[in-house]
Structures are given as structure tokens and as C-alpha cells.
């Protein structure tokens, strides 16, 4: 499970009919219009995200339960934020939220470099474990609210995780023309997905309608 689950040979397993049917609901129920992320999505196994016994489950339109009182996200949102950020090759994401490394593997089989950082220890290095064989990613522990100086600026972050105003230091360390997809709110578990784009004149903000996400927590997030 280990290196596949990043590696993204999920063509003939078991859950392929599974896989192929949630890329269609995807794309004709909802309206997902990027074919290079449901290609992407059609790749990736999925079911090597998720708790043994939710195996059964990883291919429906459903959030789930991981470890840590966390939640894989639900197929439908890794979509949307994936096509809203609009990710090239040349790109180095930042994630905030790394949760199963789902989402991580997605963002790096359309992206460039990508620096995940998860708040809860076991869930990275669990999501370290199962995406060793992506050469282009790197998790960490620690508060992503603070973002990941060392490596900034980004091109692009993601935040997996509902924040009460968009964290100070992730806008601070995006690049010129760079974009931050992020639910925000100002209750713990109801956001609106937002799109930041940083230009010379300022920020531009656009909004995406309502979503449901585990709250950030830390410095620039919600109190624990
Ligand atoms: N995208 C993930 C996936 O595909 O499994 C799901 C992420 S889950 C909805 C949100 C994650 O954000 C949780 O794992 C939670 O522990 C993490 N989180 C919350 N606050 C954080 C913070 N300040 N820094 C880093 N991770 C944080």
C-alpha cells in the first residue's frame, strides 16, 4: 500500500469500476470541467487513503473519518479547490492540512514541488509513509497557520482546513500573482470557499459558495 497509494497505479484494482463511476458523478452531476484533475482523480487509489474498514466507502461523494478526529475531504471539494487553483507543472504549492495525503497527491501529480504541513503527528507521518514514492513532495508537523517560511514564496496554497480570516503569514508568503484556495468563516465548521489573488495593486478576492470543513487550528487560526 505504501508507495502505490502515491504512485498512482490504480488502473485494475479491485475499486477501478468504483473510480471510474465517482469520476462521472464528478463530472456530469456536478459540473467538474477539468479533465487534468479528473484524470488525476481517476489515478489515484483512493481507497488507500481511508481506514481499512471505510475501504468500501472511499468512492462515494462523502467526507470520511481518518484518524486524529480529522476527515478525508469529500471527492466533490478536492475537485473544486484542485480546479480553482489552477495548478502547472512549473508551480510550488504550499498545503496546509495535509489529513491523509490525499489531496497531497493529487497536488503533486499537477504541480510542481508541494510542502505539506499537518498539525496532528500521526496523520503526517502516516500521509509521509504512504506517499514515499512521490519525489516531489515534503510533509512536516506543525502549525501550518504560520506557513512554511524556508521555502516561500509559493505560487500557489491550499488550505484544507476552515480558517476565520484568511491567516496573515500564508497571504505574506504567497508570490506576485500567486493564489491561496481557503474555506473561511466565521463559524468553526461553516465556510465559504475563498480564492485570494495576490497582484501589484493589492488582493483580489473572489468567494465560491458555502462548504463544511474541520476547523483550523493555531496561531492565525481558531483556538484549539
Ligand atoms: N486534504 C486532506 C485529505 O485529503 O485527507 C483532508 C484535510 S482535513 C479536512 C483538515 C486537516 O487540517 C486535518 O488533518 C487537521 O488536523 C489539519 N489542520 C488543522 N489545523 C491545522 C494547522 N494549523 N496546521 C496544519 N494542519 C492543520
Redesign the pocket.
Same mark, same amino acid.
Given at each position: 500500500m505504501t508507495s502505490s497509494a502515491g504512485n498512482g497505479r490504480a488502473g485494475s484494482d479491485e475499486f477501478a469500476m468504483a473510480r471510474d463511476r465517482m469520476i462521472r458523478v464528478l463530472r456530469d452531476e456536478f459540473d467538474v470541467s477539468d479533465e487534468r484533475v479528473l484524470g488525476v482523480m481517476a489515478s489515484v487509489p483512493r481507497h488507500l487513503?481511508v481506514p481499512e474498514a471505510l475501504k468500501f466507502q472511499a468512492y462515494r461523494n462523502n467526507?470520511l473519518p481518518?484518524s486524529?478526529k =480529522?476527515? %478525508? #475531504?469529500q471527492p466533490l471539494i478536492?475537485a473544486r479547490m484542485t480546479e480553482l487553483l489552477d495548478l502547472e507543472k512549473k508551480h510550488k504549492v504550499l @498545503?496546509? /492540512?495535509? /489529513? #491523509? /495525503?490525499? =489531496?497531497?497527491? %493529487?497536488l503533486a501529480k499537477l504541480g510542481g514541488k508541494i510542502y505539506s +504541513? @499537518?498539525?496532528?503527528l500521526d !496523520?503526517a507521518e502516516t500521509?509521509k509513509k504512504r506517499l514515499a514514492g512521490l519525489n516531489n513532495v515534503t510533509i512536516k508537523? #506543525?502549525? /501550518?497557520?504560520?506557513g512554511w517560511d524556508a521555502y516561500s514564496p509559493f505560487d500557489r496554497i !491550499?488550505?484544507?482546513?476552515g480558517a476565520p480570516v484568511p491567516p496573515e503569514p500564508l497571504v505574506a508568503q504567497l508570490s506576485n500573482g500567486g493564489k491561496i484556495v481557503i474555506p473561511v468563516g466565521d463559524e468553526k465548521e461553516r465556510q465559504n470557499l475563498i480564492r485570494i489573488t495576490k497582484t501589484p495593486e493589492g488582493v483580489v478576492r473572489e468567494t465560491f459558495g458555502a462548504c463544511s470543513?474541520?476547523?483550523? +487550528?493555531?496561531?492565525?487560526?481558531?483556538e484549539a
Open positions: 487513503f467526507a481518518i486524529g =480529522q476527515t %478525508i #475531504s478536492v @498545503e496546509i /492540512g495535509t /489529513g #491523509s /495525503g490525499y =489531496q497531497t497527491a %493529487i +504541513i @499537518e498539525r496532528v !496523520l500521509a508537523c #506543525s502549525d /501550518g497557520t504560520n !491550499l488550505v484544507t482546513a470543513f474541520v476547523p483550523l +487550528i493555531g496561531d492565525h487560526g481558531w
